[in-house]
């Protein structure tokens, strides 16, 4: 998993929306760009559903402080 604490940055993509879930599979922040801001999250292992032109695709990551 990577590990992030305040921000996620998708980058080399074309990023048409981004979801995040924890690990309930809730869906706990959402951003129509490259970037989404978590610092608000406790910390924990969450995907990222990363909506792109060719598709969707699902990462796994930490938040950690």
């Known amino acids: 998993p990577n590990p992030a604490s305040d921000i996620i940055t998708i980058a080399g993509e074309t990023t048409t929306s981004l979801v995040l879930y924890n690990s309930e599979g809730k869906a706990v922040a959402k951003a129509k760009s490259n970037t989404l ?25 930490m938040i950690v402080r």
């Open 37 to 61: 801001h978590i610092a608000q999250l406790p910390e924990g292992v969450y995907f990222v559903e990363i909506a792109t032109p060719r598709g969707l695709d699902v990462k796994k990551v």
